[in-house]
C-alpha cells in the first residue's frame, strides 16, 4: 500500500508540473515606441511569449487611437506593431495599458531624443507602459527600491528550479545546520548575480540551464540519502557544493535581471533591492515548508511526505537536465 500510495503522489506531482521549466524568468515581454511618419504619430512594437494567449485591445491614452495592427511569430514569441496617433503630446501620466499578463517587461523609447530604459511589472490586469515617462530623467530611489524588490520575490517564487533547490535544503537539514545552508546558497548565488549582472563574466544560459536542474536532483539524493542514516559527504562538504550550486543559480538570477531591462544609473540599486527580494521570497517558502512539517510531524506522516517529495523533485531535476541538454545539442 505504501508503494501504491507513493506512486500516485508522484503522479499527481507530475499532472501539476508546467511542460517547460523556466530558470530564470517567467513570463517576460518587451516594448518599443517610436515616432512615426506623420506628426503626432508613433509606432509600439511588442514582443511576448505566445503561452500568455491572445490579447483583448490595447487601452490607448485620452486623445489616441489605433490606426493598424500587425502580427507575427516567432521562437515561441509572438511580435506586434501597433500605429496610432494622438491628438496632443503626451503628459507624465499617460499610459498604455497592454492585456497580456507578463510577469514582467522592459520598455525602450527615445522619441524625445533621450533612450528611456524602463523595468516593468505585471499584475492580473496586464502591464502599463509609462508613456508619459519619455523623458530619461533619473528616478528617485524610493520608486525604484519597490520595483525591484517585488520583480524579485516574484522571480523566486515562480522560479520552479530554484524553488525545488530551496525544497531539497529544507528537507535536508533542521534547525542551525538547515540556516547554514541556506546561508551558503544565499551567499553563492550573490555573487554570482552581481559578477554577471555587471557582465563580468559571461556564460550561455543553456549550460546553465542544464546544471541547475542537475544541482535539484543532486540535492533530492543527497537529502534521500540523509533520512536513511547515511551521509553522502561531511556537513563541510554540504556547505561548499550547497555554495557551488548556488553560483550556477545566480547567473539564472542575473539572466531574469537583465531581462528586465535596467537604467545604467539603476544598476547597483536594482541589483541590491532584487536581490533583497529574492532573499524575501526564498526565507518565506521556506518558512511555508517548516510550517508544512511540523503539521504533518503532528499527524505522523511527514517522513513519507517528505520521501514522497523528494523522490518527485529529483526525478523533475533529471527530467529538466535531459530536456535542457537534448534542447541546446540540438540547437
Known amino acids: ?52 494567449g491572445q490579447p483583448a485591445p490595447v487601452v490607448w491614452p485620452q486623445g489616441c487611437r489605433q490606426t493598424a495592427m500587425s502580427r507575427q511569430t516567432s521562437g515561441g514569441r509572438a511580435q506586434y506593431a501597433y500605429e496610432f496617433s494622438c491628438d496632443r503630446a503626451f503628459t507624465t501620466d499617460d499610459r498604455i495599458g497592454t492585456p497580456w499578463k507578463a510577469d514582467g517587461g522592459h520598455f525602450v523609447t527615445n522619441i524625445l531624443g533621450a533612450q528611456v530604459d524602463r523595468s516593468l511589472t505585471g499584475d492580473v490586469n496586464g502591464i502599463q507602459i509609462p508613456v508619459g515617462e519619455t523623458a530619461a530623467t533619473a528616478r528617485p530611489l524610493t520608486t525604484i527600491a519597490p520595483e525591484f524588490l517585488a520583480q524579485g520575490v516574484w522571480h523566486i517564487w515562480l522560479g520552479w528550479d530554484h524553488l525545488a533547490f530551496v525544497l531539497c535544503l529544507a528537507l535536508l537539514a533542521r534547525g542551525r545546520d538547515l540556516l547554514w545552508l541556506v546561508s551558503a546558497f544565499t551567499a553563492g548565488h550573490s555573487v554570482s548575480l ?117 523522490y518527485a523533485v529529483g526525478a523533475i531535476g533529471a527530467f529538466w537536465m535531459v530536456e535542457r541538454v537534448a534542447g541546446f545539442a540540438i540547437a
Not at 550547497?242 to 547597483?268: I, P
Request: hydrophobic residues 60%; glycine residues 10%; charged residues 15%.
Open 194 to 310: 552581481a559578477v554577471a549582472f555587471f557582465e563580468l563574466i559571461r556564460v550561455p544560459v543553456p549550460p546553465v540551464e542544464a546544471a541547475i536542474a542537475l544541482s535539484i536532483a543532486f540535492m533530492a539524493r543527497e537529502a534521500l540519502l540523509v533520512g536513511k542514516g547515511e551521509q553522502a559527504f561531511a556537513f563541510r562538504r554540504q556547505l561548499i557544493v550547497v555554495s557551488l550550486f548556488g553560483l550556477l543559480h545566480g547567473l539564472g538570477f542575473a539572466t531574469a535581471l537583465g531581462e528586465l531591462g535596467v537604467q545604467a544609473g539603476e544598476k547597483l540599486p536594482a541589483l541590491v533591492f532584487f536581490n533583497i527580494g529574492v532573499e524575501a521570497g526564498q526565507l518565506l517558502f521556506v518558512g511555508a515548508i517548516l510550517g508544512l512539517l511540523a503539521g504533518l510531524r503532528a499527524v505522523s506522516l511527514a517522513s513519507p511526505v517528505r520521501v514522497a517529495a523528494l
Open 1 to 52: 500500500m505504501w508503494k501504491n500510495s507513493l506512486a500516485a503522489l508522484l503522479l499527481a506531482l507530475a499532472a501539476l508540473l508546467p511542460g517547460t521549466a523556466m530558470a530564470d524568468i517567467f513570463l517576460s515581454a518587451d516594448f518599443a515606441l517610436t515616432r512615426g511618419e506623420d506628426p503626432g504619430s508613433y509606432e509600439l512594437t511588442a514582443a511576448v511569449p505566445e503561452a500568455v
